[in-house]
């Protein structure tokens, strides 16, 4: 597998581990990558009929010309082999899947040279250190399995008192010189000939005692048809791994690795992409030698819980099945994997979501604390996921689809086939309740209301023009039994009555949509891109580095059981629970008296009655509010004003307003699409600038993406300061920018504030400020050498600039346009605001 083409290879592995890859049509790879994503092929277990002109025993391989075998023509076969006709090494295969992911287990990194002499940068005392912490090292492959693990998966370099100790280079590294060279050899060709070394040097046939074998080597060539450009590529369910350049230094990098021989699958992001979930270790997001604090997400903690491998209690697991009847709900606290040993088994750390097919839906909370502390992407959110297949059990491809904050929910539309909604909602998000941080969600099955077909636009019972001089501070507690015959516009000596009660519509109000959103297909659609690890028959690459975004209530994307809403918006609630056939209520009575005239438009000398037909309101008073109340005192107290007052009331009012709140836009039609929306929003205040991103770049790069990995650092301290970003020389490699950040409002201008250390920038060198909202980068502001000087710091600097009409979503960069690798631009905090007029 490559990161670049995202291309999966499946090899044959041979009784003594020696594997050849597999020659297969486009057809019969699709089919293989199927097969695993459904689990009906298990890597390192499940045989294939194959054909082949040349012996297939490893000694005949290591010296015949044949390097890869084929398959028959057609669909793939698999093999099903009885108990009575598996071999020893079968039966060690499958126990090793089985029984793997638990206890202590033994690694050896063996650093390769070949016969020209290349080999990876370091020696075998730091990478003895860097995996095992021989010397002390404190961030290595061994702290981080045994932090996420809480103690279940033990890595280590001790063997025992085994013959071949003193052959050891470093305690858990063997050298090896192979009698190849690495730029003339295909991939297949170089593992028989490493693991023949090892085999010559230590005595034993590969794995031998050894859980996980790690091959070191100097760097990939294409040779043969091998695709280079990944990193580093692991067997699923098996012992290999193989890793190239300095990748070897990183341990969430080596930990991913090693997660593909657990039978972990990889996992992707919101943008659909197979490695940019940077909530998991499986998406790759970490390429530091000393930051690691991170594990899985809940889709593999899930597995790693009941697939048999142990490392958390199955009592820590919720099943939520719906079934297929409305109605059903749980509510509770979540907890994330951070808090694992403090729950006591109070709280879930991952509920799953029972769809009736293999493509279930996972629910946890990612608290960016303890072993979780350095997790780049939605820390302290609700994440929200889906699995390729398997249930969640065995290797499959997992992806992101929604990351909440409290306030916030997602619906998914149409749910298991019913026409019906399932909504996940975040009522609170506590990180300050030592010793464990929880969310307290909600997830609910249907019946949801559906909107109207056309919403109206506003309430159609419409308060007075004007509000009146004496309106109650608070909403009453109860309204007056009976109206008056006339309302007037200005209040009689007494404190008035309210509105009279309303006749309803002469029309029932409109039909909802029979079934607002979409269905949702039952199987996987094809994918954007081949899903992107194989098992053994499949290695499996570790991805190029990206950064993660790090976007609040993202829409959900695409998937089977969802469509996707690409700029959510809230949807108008329905203008009855149900559609009525007849006018929704019968008139009330007209008033007991006949009115004294036809209501004015201005205000009266006099009340039109000498008193109030009834007894006032309870609490008269006071100034009268700013704005008229969103609905009469009649129908139930009032929460918010309305935006302003509504003009002249109907000629025949409705008996309740047409909508259950009013929209604050009313769609044309119904979405259909699955949305993430607020509950319950506040009014937003008119004229202030909001908040839409703090970057303090404490944990990494936080919501800022890499143009490159060269010419863009990120700095956990330097200067005096902590986290900090750096950019230097010229071009889009040089540049930090943000994803899209969705509009909740609208906006007329935006304002960055940000803090800058400029280094060695020249007499012509200068960085620039741009924005994008749709397609296109604008330039707002460059700032050039003969307005700063170099070695201090610019702290608050801050450069606004008008937004077009119409705009629902910004995204800011910063770039560098020098001469040199030492022109450097170094950055603390960004701002990010917008202006509501």
Same mark, same amino acid.
């Given at each position: 597998?490559? &990161?670049?083409?995202?291309?999966?290879?499946?090899?044959?592995?041979?009784?003594?581990?020696?594997?050849?890859?597999?020659?297969? !049509?486009?057809?019969?790879?699709?089919?293989?990558?199927?097969?695993?994503?459904?689990?009906?092929?298990?890597?390192?277990?499940?045989?294939?009929?194959?054909?082949?002109?040349? $012996?297939?025993?490893?000694?005949?391989?290591?010296?015949?010309?044949?390097?890869?075998?084929?398959?028959?023509?057609?669909?793939?076969?698999?093999?099903?082999?009885?108990?009575?006709?598996?071999?020893?090494?079968?039966?060690?295969?499958?126990?090793?899947?089985?029984?793997?992911?638990?206890?202590?287990?033994?690694?050896?990194?063996?650093?390769?040279?070949?016969?020209?002499?290349?080999?990876?940068? @370091?020696?075998?005392? #730091?990478?003895?250190?860097?995996?095992?912490?021989?010397?002390?090292?404190?961030?290595? =492959?061994?702290?981080?399995?045994?932090?996420?693990?809480?103690?279940?998966?033990?890595?280590?370099?001790?063997?025992?008192?085994?013959?071949?100790?003193?052959?050891?280079?470093?305690?858990?590294?063997?050298?090896?010189?192979?009698?190849?060279?690495?730029?003339?050899?295909?991939?297949?060709?170089?593992?028989?000939?490493?693991?023949?070394?090892?085999?010559?040097?230590?005595?034993?046939?590969?794995?031998?005692?050894?859980?996980?074998?790690?091959?070191?080597?100097?760097?990939?060539?294409?040779?043969?048809?091998?695709?280079?450009?990944?990193?580093?590529?692991?067997?699923?369910?098996?012992?290999?791994?193989?890793?190239?350049?300095?990748?070897?230094?990183?341990?969430?990098?080596?930990?991913?690795?090693?997660?593909?021989?657990?039978?972990?699958?990889?996992?992707?992001?919101?943008?659909?992409?197979?490695?940019?979930?940077?909530?998991?270790?499986?998406?790759?997001?970490?390429?530091?030698?000393?930051?690691?604090?991170?594990?899985?997400? $809940?889709?593999?903690?899930?597995?790693?819980?009941? &697939?048999?491998?142990?490392?958390?209690?199955?009592?820590?697991?919720?099943?939520?099945?719906? @079934?297929?009847?409305?109605?059903?709900?749980?509510?509770?606290?979540?907890?994330?994997?951070?808090?694992?040993?403090?729950?006591?088994?109070?709280?879930?750390?991952?509920?799953?979501?029972?769809?009736?097919?293999?493509?279930?839906?996972?629910?946890?909370?990612?608290?960016?604390?303890?072993?979780?502390?350095?997790?780049?992407?939605?820390?302290?959110?609700?994440?929200?996921?889906?699995?390729?297949?398997?249930?969640?059990?065995?290797?499959?491809?997992?992806?992101?689809?929604?990351?909440?904050?409290?306030?916030?929910?997602?619906?998914?539309?149409?749910?298991?086939?019913?026409?019906?909604?399932?909504?996940?909602?975040?009522?609170?998000?506590?990180?300050?309740?030592?010793?464990?941080?929880?969310?307290?969600?909600?997830?609910?099955?249907?019946?949801?209301?559906?909107?109207?077909?056309?919403?109206?636009?506003?309430?159609?019972?419409?308060?007075?023009?004007?509000?009146?001089?004496?309106?109650?501070?608070?909403?009453?507690?109860?309204?007056?039994?009976?109206?008056?015959?006339?309302?007037?516009?200005?209040?009689?000596?007494?404190?008035?009555?309210?509105?009279?009660?309303?006749?309803?519509?002469?029309?029932?109000?409109?039909?909802?949509?029979?079934?607002?959103?979409?269905?949702?297909?039952?199987?996987?659609?094809?994918?954007?891109?081949?899903?992107?690890?194989?098992?053994?028959?499949?290695?499996?690459?570790?991805?190029? &580095?990206?950064?993660?975004?790090?976007?609040?209530?993202?829409? =959900?994307?695409?998937? $089977?059981?969802?469509?996707?809403?690409?700029?959510?918006?809230?949807?108008?609630?329905?203008?009855?629970?149900?559609?009525?056939?007849?006018?929704?209520?019968?008139?009330?009575?007209?008033?007991?008296?006949?009115?004294?005239?036809?209501?004015?438009?201005?205000?009266?000398?006099?009340?039109?009655?000498?008193?109030?037909?009834?007894?006032?309101?309870?609490?008269?008073?006071?100034?009268?509010?700013?704005?008229?109340?969103?609905?009469?005192?009649?129908?139930?107290?009032?929460?918010?004003?309305?935006?302003?007052?509504? %003009?002249?009331?109907?000629?025949?009012?409705?008996?309740?307003? !047409? #909508? &259950?709140?009013?929209?604050?836009?009313?769609?044309?039609?119904?979405?259909?699409?699955?949305?993430?929306?607020?509950?319950?929003?506040?009014?937003?205040?008119?004229?202030?600038?909001?908040?839409?991103?703090?970057?303090?770049?404490?944990?990494?790069?936080?919501?800022?993406?890499?143009?490159?990995?060269?010419?863009?650092?990120?700095?956990?301290?330097?200067? @005096?300061?902590? @986290?900090?970003?750096?950019?230097?020389?010229?071009?889009?490699?040089?540049?930090?920018? !943000?994803?899209?950040?969705?509009?909740?409002?609208?906006?007329?201008?935006?304002?960055?504030?940000?803090?800058?250390?400029?280094?060695?920038?020249?007499?012509?060198?200068?960085?620039?400020?741009?924005?994008?909202?749709?397609?296109?980068?604008?330039?707002?502001?460059?700032?050039?050498?003969?307005?700063?000087?170099? %070695?201090?710091?610019?702290?608050?600097?801050?450069?606004?600039?008008?937004?077009? %009409?119409?705009?629902?979503?910004?995204?800011?960069?910063?770039?560098?346009?020098?001469?040199?690798?030492?022109?450097?631009?170094?950055?603390?905090?960004?701002?990010?605001?917008?202006?509501?007029?």
């Amino acid at each position: 597998t490559t &990161a670049a083409s995202h291309v999966e290879t499946f090899v044959c592995e041979l009784e003594d581990g020696t594997t050849l890859p597999i020659e297969t !049509t486009d057809e019969q790879l699709r089919e293989l990558q199927d097969l695993l994503n459904s689990g009906r092929l298990i890597s390192a277990e499940t045989a294939i009929k194959v054909t082949s002109t040349a $012996p297939l025993s490893g000694a005949a391989a290591l010296t015949a010309e044949q390097t890869s075998v084929s398959l028959p023509s057609g669909g793939i076969q698999l093999v099903q082999k009885s108990e009575d006709e598996m071999t020893v090494e079968d039966i060690e295969r499958r126990n090793r899947r089985l029984n793997g992911d638990e206890g202590v287990k033994k690694v050896l990194v063996v650093r390769v040279k070949d016969s020209q002499g290349r080999q990876v940068s @370091g020696n075998h005392k #730091t990478q003895s250190n860097k995996w095992f912490g021989t010397y002390g090292d404190q961030v290595t =492959l061994k702290s981080q399995f045994d932090a996420c693990s809480y103690g279940k998966y033990r890595v280590s370099n001790d063997y025992g008192d085994v013959p071949w100790k003193n052959k050891l280079s470093s305690p858990g590294v063997l050298e090896v010189t192979i009698p190849v060279s690495l730029s003339t050899s295909t991939q297949s060709q170089m593992r028989i000939a490493v693991a023949k070394e090892v085999q010559n040097t230590l005595g034993i046939s590969l794995p031998g005692p050894f859980e996980h074998v790690a091959f070191v080597v100097q760097d990939c060539y294409s040779v043969g048809g091998d695709i280079c450009g990944w990193s580093a590529y692991a067997y699923i369910n098996h012992w290999l791994s193989v890793f190239i350049k300095d990748n070897w230094r990183y341990p969430a990098v080596t930990m991913h690795e090693m997660g593909h021989n657990l039978g972990l699958a990889h996992s992707g992001g919101l943008d659909g992409k197979t490695y940019t979930d940077h909530t998991c270790l499986m998406g790759n997001p970490l390429w530091e030698d000393d930051i690691a604090k991170m594990c899985f997400n $809940p889709v593999k903690t899930f597995q790693l819980a009941k &697939a048999g491998l142990g490392w958390y209690q199955s009592r820590h697991i919720q099943n939520f099945n719906s @079934g297929t009847s409305p109605g059903t709900h749980w509510r509770g606290k979540i907890i994330g994997v951070a808090d694992y040993t403090n729950n006591h088994g109070q709280h879930p750390l991952v509920i799953k979501l029972e769809t009736g097919t293999p493509q279930d839906w996972f629910v946890g909370f990612n608290h960016k604390s303890g072993v979780n502390a350095e997790v780049p992407t939605a820390g302290d959110k609700v994440t929200i996921y889906q699995v390729a297949g398997t249930d969640g059990l065995g290797y499959s491809t997992s992806s992101l689809k929604a990351t909440l904050t409290a306030g916030k929910q997602a619906r998914l539309s149409n749910w298991r086939s019913t026409g019906y909604d399932l909504l996940i909602k975040v009522y609170d998000i506590d990180t300050a309740d030592s010793p464990i941080g929880s969310a307290t969600i909600a997830i609910e099955f249907g019946p949801q209301q559906p909107p109207s077909a056309r919403p109206t636009r506003e309430p159609t019972n419409l308060p007075t023009r004007n509000p009146t001089k004496l309106p109650t501070r608070e909403p009453t507690n109860l309204p007056t039994r009976e109206p008056t015959n006339l309302p007037t516009t200005l209040p009689p000596s007494s404190p008035p009555t309210p509105l009279p009660t309303p006749p309803p519509t002469s029309e029932p109000t409109p039909s909802p949509t029979p079934s607002p959103t979409l269905k949702p297909t039952t199987s996987t659609p094809e994918p954007t891109e081949p899903p992107s690890t194989p098992p053994t028959p499949l290695s499996t690459p570790s991805p190029i &580095a990206s950064t993660p975004t790090n976007r609040d209530t993202q829409p =959900l994307t695409s998937s $089977p059981s969802m469509s996707v809403a690409e700029k959510p918006s809230p949807t108008p609630p329905p203008t009855t629970a149900n559609p009525s056939k007849e006018p929704s209520a019968s008139p009330t009575p007209m008033p007991s008296k006949p009115p004294s005239n036809t209501p004015t438009l201005q205000p009266t000398t006099h009340p039109t009655t000498a008193s109030p037909s009834k007894q006032p309101t309870e609490v008269p008073t006071g100034r009268p509010t700013k704005l008229p109340t969103l609905r009469p005192t009649t129908a139930n107290p009032s929460k918010r004003p309305t935006n302003e007052p509504t %003009g002249h009331p109907t000629n025949l009012p409705t008996p309740h307003p !047409t #909508t &259950a709140r009013p929209s604050k836009q009313p769609t044309n039609e119904p979405t259909g699409r699955p949305v993430i929306v607020a509950d319950d929003p506040d009014p937003v205040p008119a004229a202030v600038w909001v908040s839409l991103l703090d970057e303090d770049f404490s944990s990494g790069m936080g919501a800022f993406m890499p143009g490159g990995n060269i010419d863009v650092k990120y700095y956990k301290s330097v200067l @005096g300061r902590k @986290g900090l970003v750096r950019i230097q020389k010229n071009g889009l490699g040089s540049a930090i920018s !943000t994803s899209p950040i969705p509009f909740e409002h609208s906006y007329s201008k935006a304002k960055v504030t940000f803090s800058f250390y400029p280094n060695s920038m020249e007499r012509r060198d200068q960085f620039c400020l741009e924005y994008n909202t749709d397609s296109s980068w604008i330039r707002s502001k460059c700032w050039s050498r003969n307005q700063f000087s170099n %070695g201090k710091w610019y702290d608050n600097v801050s450069q606004d600039f008008s937004l077009p %009409g119409g705009s629902s979503q910004l995204s800011i960069r910063f770039i560098c346009a020098a001469s040199s690798i030492h022109d450097d631009i170094i950055f603390d905090r960004v701002k990010l605001e917008a202006y509501i007029e």
